[in-house]
């Protein structure tokens, strides 16, 4: 199974500036952390090398590069998206970003677990999440404020006769 998991701006469908997630939501990133505790979790490089701590302590983690001379300690290194989808036949695959990472797995998610943000003030994000199209179904799983945003997330079910 492979869900995606973002934080992104409501109007926008932005996830980042400058490297930095958009938004500093310590509900959301325990939220993170308990979804994909004990799970795969697959960045892209310049995601992975931008967390703070590496690797994600309590998960296997990936990171997706064209690069193969890559790697990271304690992370495994895939070239091929295929070896991922692989994976996820017989694991729970958290696809965690950035937004080329997100663009190449849209097609084959089974899952979004997104975490909305209706901002209080204006954000000037330069990196995406791609925007949903088409009918989707989605259900809110849970809501709160924090840093002066309201916040809503929602798990989006995916029908697969649209997706290929």
Not at 93 to 114: P, R, S, T
Request: glycine residues 4%; charged residues 25%; aromatic residues 12%.
């Amino acid at each position: 199974m492979i869900i995606i998991i973002a934080c992104v701006d409501y109007k926008t469908f932005g996830i980042g500036k400058d490297n930095k997630l958009l938004f500093d939501l310590k509900k959301d990133l325990a939220f993170f952390k308990n979804q994909t505790f004990d799970h795969y979790v697959v960045f892209g490089r310049e995601t992975y090398e931008h967390l703070p701590i590496k690797p994600l302590p309590n998960r296997k983690n990936i990171v997706l590069s064209r690069n193969k001379d890559l790697t990271y300690d304690g992370c495994v290194v895939c070239n091929d998206i295929d070896e991922i989808l692989k994976l996820a036949k017989d694991h729970t695959v958290y696809i965690c970003g950035g937004q080329k990472i997100y663009e190449q797995f849209m097609e084959y998610a089974d899952e979004l677990m997104l975490t909305l943000v209706w901002p209080k003030h204006k954000v000037y994000p330069d990196t995406f999440f791609p925007m949903l199209t088409g009918a989707v179904n989605f259900n809110v799983i849970r809501r709160f404020s924090e840093n002066d945003c309201d916040v809503s997330t929602v798990k989006v079910s995916i029908n697969r006769h649209f997706n290929h």
